[in-house]
């Protein structure tokens, strides 16, 4: 189990960033309680535009909150009931800074705001060998927003998807759930970050790679910076985590 408190609990954002309690509760289930990690950028985070700091804060309606009320709630032969849901995700990180090493840029912007980074940077060494490991599953999703190619952005995150594998439980790969679908394509500003995200996307299934998150339907609303989503966008993007949950 993690042995560092998770982001949200992070000095500069604690105060924009709740604990995500969920209520609802349901009956005690009969098996062991599970766990869940998220590992991602800002929108796996749950972030929305913060123009006044290099901060981008947290959505109080995160995916990773959805997750967790939706467990509680879960019916008590759903053996992914009650389980803990810690948000890992770091904004503008991509796949190599949690298997490799951040750079020295994601460093500079966030390390005083997240504890795993901090000692990342520090050791430099990868990310995730600060989250702790033994998690039942693994969420990854990175948007690849800003990658010039989309087969080695990929690459990249089956590098990552590797190594969580050798040392936790199942290992789920999300999309951006406002990324390719064709409806939501048409919907998003012709900007790179959109044509990037469809390219990523088509990459990843191509490869058969997709085993989280995957919006192929609805159109979910960004913010105005058209990369970040709004509160239900990312409420959605939650139901759709527990929906894939083996």
């Not at 869940?36 to 309606?61: E, M, N, Y």
């Not at 803990?84 to 904004?91: L, R």
């Not at 159109?219 to 970040?228: A, E, R, W």
């Amino acid at each position: 189990m993690p042995s560092l408190e998770p982001p949200e609990l992070a000095s500069a954002v604690a105060a924009s960033l709740p604990l995500e309690a969920a209520g609802a509760l349901g009956a005690t289930p009969a098996h062991a309680v599970k766990s869940i990690a998220f590992v991602g950028d800002s929108i796996h985070l749950g972030a929305g535009l913060d123009i006044t700091t290099v901060l981008l804060q947290p959505s109080p309606h995160t995916a990773a909150a959805t997750l967790r009320a939706l467990l509680k709630k879960a019916p008590v032969a759903n053996t992914w009931k009650d389980a803990t849901v810690t948000n890992w995700a770091i904004p503008s990180s991509d796949p190599t800074d949690w298997s490799s090493a951040p750079d020295t840029p994601l460093c500079n912007n966030y390390s005083a705001n997240y504890p795993h980074l901090k000692a990342a940077c520090r050791d430099g060494a990868p990310i995730m060998n600060y989250i702790g490991s033994g998690y039942d599953a693994v969420a990854v999703m990175f948007t690849g927003s800003t990658t010039p190619s989309a087969s080695a952005w990929v690459d990249t995150l089956v590098t990552l998807k590797t190594a969580l594998d050798a040392v936790n439980g199942t290992i789920l790969l999300g999309t951006s759930p406002w990324g390719g679908s064709s409806a939501q394509s048409a919907a998003m500003p012709a900007d790179t970050y959109r044509t990037v995200r469809v390219a990523v996307e088509a990459e990843m299934s191509s490869r058969g790679i997709i085993t989280g998150a995957h919006n192929t339907t609805g159109v979910m609303p960004t913010n105005t910076d058209s990369l970040h989503g709004r509160d239900h966008a990312y409420a959605t993007e939650g139901s759709l985590w527990y929906s894939t949950l083996p």
